[in-house]
C-alpha cells in the first residue's frame, strides 16, 4: 500500500511559475512509475506527465510539453512536478499516482493517488 502526499499547489499569475511536490509513504517507491494528472472543473482527469522507475524515461501530455518537468528522487520518496509559463488553461486539481507500469500515462494504469492540490493561474 503506497500512500501519496501532493504539495506545492497555488494561485499564481500567467507566466509564473510553479512547483509540485508528492511525497510517498510505504515500501518499494523505486517500483513504481509515477504520473501527474490534472483535472479542472467540469472536465474529465487527464494525464500531464510520467516518469520511469528510476527516472530514465519520462513522458509528457501535448499541451505541457516544453513547460512543465517531472523528476523524483527515490531517497526521498518523493516526485516533483516544476510548471513554467503557466496559463490559465493549466488551472485543476494536481493529482499524483503511482502505477506499477514504467510510465502511467493513463487512469487504467495507476493504482494509488494522493489527494490532490489546486494551482489556479490566473490572466
Known amino acids: 500500500q503506497v500512500q501519496l502526499v501532493e504539495s506545492g499547489g497555488g494561485l499564481v499569475q500567467a507566466g509564473d511559475s510553479l512547483s509540485l511536490s508528492c511525497v510517498a509513504s510505504g515500501p518499494l517507491f523505486s517500483r513504481y512509475g509515477m504520473g501527474w494528472f490534472r483535472q479542472a472543473p467540469r472536465k474529465e482527469r487527464e494525464f500531464v506527465a510520467a516518469i520511469s522507475w528510476f527516472g530514465g524515461a519520462t513522458y509528457y501530455s501535448d499541451p505541457v510539453k516544453g513547460r512543465f518537468t517531472i523528476s523524483r528522487d527515490n531517497a526521498k520518496s518523493t516526485v516533483y512536478l516544476e510548471m513554467a509559463s503557466l496559463k490559465p488553461d493549466d488551472t485543476a486539481v494536481y493529482y499524483c499516482?503511482?502505477?506499477?507500469?514504467?510510465?502511467?500515462?493513463?487512469?487504467?494504469?495507476?493504482?494509488?493517488w494522493g489527494q490532490g492540490t489546486q494551482v489556479t493561474v490566473s490572466s
Open positions: 499516482a503511482a502505477g506499477w507500469s514504467r510510465t502511467p500515462n493513463s487512469i487504467r494504469e495507476t493504482d494509488y
